[in-house]
């Protein structure tokens, strides 16, 4: 939600506003805008983690991931994908609706195709097959596997840190202060 919804809109806000075009007169480069954001992202993405961990923990009586060192890296890895995903709605964006709905159209495709709506051992083996490469689905997977005590796939870490490369690449190129 963070990444493809609440981030696209809220530099599109600020570009509507003229935010943007008022740091484009500063020796600010849309990278270290775009890297700023999602430093900034990740760290609310952090703190959320650790709230809703510490309530399911003394609440629930949850236990901590299996995997820790597995559970940390596809955390950051898959999150930052998602985020570089919305800086990439946000740099193509005219406005904030229209990073609205393009997060919105990405966004519940990506859930359906990860397994979240529906379990994928349900799905039909194709749509199964297409959720492997999603960034949610493989952010999903390899979230769920170091919480059971697998290491994560490297293929999916690594293709998590290829598509944050790349979304982060294009956002970075295609970023329009106006």
Do not use: C
Request: avoid cysteine; glycine fraction near 8%; aromatic fraction near 10%.
């Amino acid at each position: 939600m963070l990444g493809l919804n609440i981030l696209p809109t809220y530099l599109g806000t600020h570009r509507e506003r003229g935010i943007l075009r008022r740091l484009s007169t500063t020796p600010a480069e849309p990278r270290a805008l775009l890297g700023a954001q999602l430093v900034i992202n990740l760290v609310i993405a952090l703190a959320s983690l650790a709230l809703m961990y510490a309530v399911g923990a003394l609440a629930l009586g949850m236990s901590a991931p299996r995997h820790p060192v597995g559970f940390v890296a596809a955390y950051l890895l898959g999150l930052s994908a998602l985020l570089a995903m919305g800086l990439l709605i946000a740099a193509v964006a005219k406005s904030a609706r229209a990073a609205t709905g393009w997060g919105f159209l990405l966004f519940f495709p990506s859930l359906f195709f990860a397994g979240i709506y529906m379990p994928k051992e349900v799905m039909p083996a194709v749509l199964s097959r297409i959720g492997d490469f999603t960034p949610l689905g493989a952010f999903r997977q390899a979230v769920q596997d170091a919480w059971a005590g697998t290491a994560p796939d490297r293929v999916q870490l690594i293709f998590l840190a290829l598509l944050t490369v790349a979304f982060g690449t294009a956002a970075a190129r295609l970023f329009r202060w106006e």
